[in-house]
């Protein structure tokens, strides 16, 4: 069964129409990418399956139980984290603060120090500015705290939104090897990105989504190699 | 060693709290202090107290609020009412507050219980069945718990002698006023808060202004002819005393001071930073904002029943809204997310404006009044944005989580570091 499964999904914003009925599901265990253009709906879906915004119809089923009608917190406590596109990370707070704030829907109190040293591990550049106010990191390493306050709430499933966006090509290859690293932690994730390339390079699965209708799915690796995907999201092959 | 650490700055501020009350309990008893300076400080207690609400409210939780008046005028109205019924032979008020009050949470306590196996239950939803049970508990009161048990508790009250029966009847009636207070803005807040309204600020003034009216009515639209409507409410019995009044200030001190030092303090605080984020991270942003919100509204319902029984007269009018700018004001001067601001700024406004300068200035001062309050707002706002103390906090009450500004003076401390 899979861990996540979206079917017939729409939303709108008032009279728009943002999703005309999309169904996709994730499995335990796998990395799978949403790639489309701007505008195409792929943070509409994110943000819909974490309840920051209500669905027409449809239904969202995490873990056998129906969510669509769930609260934003109510599904974070079920260890269902999302990666906000444009990082939304707490600016006035430290570093520090913004972590243990990660951990704030988890019940195992006693091991958010030790998800605190992974997280050092995964990004020693946090543990040097521990005490720096979020809103002054860099915005790098804004996105880089983002990640770290998801993996602060000990996530089942990951909910990423362009993780990328922004980031020196240096620094995109460290985010997506740290996608991975998480991934082999078990950590089961759904990957937003424009970076269809790299994305599909580290993904089991993949969906193009095309002005709210999902065009295209199937393994990564054939994604990469369909004619119509090169051409327009692979800069022509 | 640690938990010395912890208990050092409690302990000092309670020492230096009783202090202060003997301090201003003696010259009290040796009849040094008289009525107008007594007043005074009950006063400024009393707006501190209001105010401490509203930097609960806007300071900490981030939402802008007037409806602080609305909340002390009901705690006002609310317990004088059970005193003046008290005086004269009649338990009903006290009967009312005390089991109206307990009944509501009992039902506000199924309602919740009922209302969470349902998703996502709509605002309106809430506010219906909420805005019901409260009906009920209070129709259940008068028709069936008053007439039951008047009699009964009025003997019983009447058996003690005067001196405790006054102190229990008072203790009734400054809780009912402050649960008054909390049950009206738990009913308003569900709805406005829910929603995630932008315009709660201008909700809460028009609650103040609904109040306002509803008080200059109690006589005709409501069936209260004891209050008077704009005539005003007389013959309220002047029971506050210094050790109420400290005993009350205390109480919202410590309550605020615990509250914004335990988990769900930080929730309110998440809030005040980023909705959104909070939102992210699991926080249950509607109940915290509510929680806020009835909090303190509840500080200054208790305030407006010390207020009221200090006074022993209230009139509508000065519950007007143009009076209810005074907290903000008070808030705003002393820093927002300030405890200790809020504290100092909220005596030293009543004690210069209303103390001094009364005494001082010729009898037409008070009609300027309403130009130098801006005035001071618009300087304060130039000079020292931050407020008179910025964020400072005396070690008791000072919180581990960082303030609003803290990220601009987080540039500045590391280059302190290297200089010295
Ligand atoms: N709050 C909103 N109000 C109205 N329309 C919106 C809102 N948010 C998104 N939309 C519209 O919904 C559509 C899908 O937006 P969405 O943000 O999901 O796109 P996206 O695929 O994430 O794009 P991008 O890659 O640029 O982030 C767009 O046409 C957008 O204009
Ligand atoms: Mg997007």
Redesign the pocket.
């Known amino acids: 069964m899979a861990l996540l499964e979206v079917k017939d999904l729409v939303v709108s914003?008032?009279a728009?129409r943002?999703l005309h009925g999309i169904s996709f599901y994730v499995d335990q265990g796998e990395i799978v990418t949403l790639i489309?253009a701007?505008?195409?709906?792929?943070?509409?879906?994110l943000r819909t399956i974490s309840a920051l915004q209500r669905a027409d119809s449809g239904q969202i089923t995490y873990d056998g139980k129906d969510i669509t009608r769930a609260s934003a917190s109510a599904i974070v406590h079920q260890g269902l984290i999302q990666v906000p596109?444009g990082r939304r990370i707490f600016a006035p707070l430290t570093v520090r603060e913004n972590l243990e704030m990660g951990a704030y829907s988890r019940k195992d109190k006693e091991e958010v120090a030790a998800s605190m040293e992974y997280v050092f591990q995964l990004f020693p550049r946090l543990k040097e500015r521990l005490e720096q106010a979020g809103g002054t990191l860099s915005g790098g390493e804004q996105q880089m705290l983002a990640v770290a306050r998801a993996l602060m709430a000990k996530p089942r499933l990951l909910l990423m939104d362009?993780p990328s966006m922004g980031l020196a090509p240096i620094l995109v290859e460290e985010i997506f090897d740290i996608i991975q690293e998480i991934n082999a932690q078990g950590v089961t994730i759904l990957l937003?990105e424009?970076n269809a390339h790299m994305a599909l390079s580290i993904a089991n699965r993949g969906y193009v989504?095309e002005t709210g209708t999902i065009q295209l799915e199937g393994p990564a690796k054939e994604l990469a190699a369909n004619p119509q995907v090169q051409e327009a999201y692979l800069g022509g092959g | 060693m640690m938990l010395q650490k912890l208990r050092k700055p409690g302990f000092y501020f309670l020492g230096i709290s009783l202090l202060i009350y003997i301090v201003i309990q003696v010259p009290l008893s040796l009849g040094l202090l008289n009525n107008y300076w007594r007043g005074i400080i009950f006063w400024g207690a009393a707006i501190t107290m209001v105010t401490l609400g509203l930097n609960l409210i806007y300071g900490f939780n981030g939402q802008f609020s007037l409806g602080q008046y609305g909340f002390y005028a009901i705690g006002a109205y609310a317990s004088a009412d059970v005193t003046y019924r008290w005086l004269h032979g009649d338990t009903s008020g006290l009967l009312v507050v005390l089991f109206g009050s307990l009944l509501s949470l009992l039902f506000y306590a199924l309602v919740a219980a009922f209302l969470r196996r349902f998703y996502r239950v709509s605002a309106l939803t809430q506010f219906t069945y909420y805005t019901l049970v409260t009906i009920f508990a209070f129709w259940l009161t008068v028709q069936y718990l008053v007439p039951l048990l008047g009699p009964g508790t009025l003997s019983l009250l009447q058996a003690l002698p005067e001196a405790v029966s006054r102190q229990i009847v008072f203790f009734v009636a400054l809780a009912g006023g402050a649960a008054m207070a909390g049950i009206s803005s738990f009913l308003f807040g569900i709805p406005v808060l829910e929603l995630g309204s932008d315009y709660f600020g201008i909700a809460t003034l028009g609650f103040t202004i609904i109040i306002k009216v509803l008080l200059d009515n109690t006589d005709t639209i409501l069936p209260f002819p004891e209050m008077k409507g704009a005539r005003g409410m007389i013959g309220i019995p002047q029971w506050t005393t210094w050790t109420w009044v400290f005993l009350s200030f205390m109480f919202v001190v410590i309550v605020m001071r615990n509250l914004l030092h335990s988990s769900v303090g930080r929730t309110i605080l998440a809030v005040r930073e980023d909705e959104r984020a909070a939102e992210l991270v699991g926080i249950d942003v509607a109940s915290a904002k509510i929680l806020a919100f009835v909090v303190g509204s509840i500080f200054a319902g208790l305030a407006g029943g010390i207020r009221a029984h200090d006074l022993a007269f209230l009139h509508p009018q000065s519950f007007n809204f143009v009076q209810s700018f005074n907290p903000l004001i008070i808030v705003v001067l002393g820093g927002l997310g300030s405890m200790t601001g809020t504290i100092l700024t909220g005596f030293l406004w009543i004690f210069l404006l209303e103390g001094f300068l009364r005494l001082y200035l010729p009898p037409g001062f008070e009609t300027w009044r309403l130009v130098v309050y801006p005035l001071i707002l618009l300087l304060m706002m130039l000079l020292r944005p931050e407020g008179l103390f910025g964020q400072y906090e005396v070690p008791f009450l000072r919180q581990t989580f960082p303030s609003l500004r803290k990220s601009v003076q987080a540039e500045e401390e590391p280059l302190k570091e290297v200089a010295a």
């Open positions: 914003y008032g728009i943002a489309g701007n505008g195409a709906g792929k943070s509409t879906t596109e362009e937003v424009q989504l």
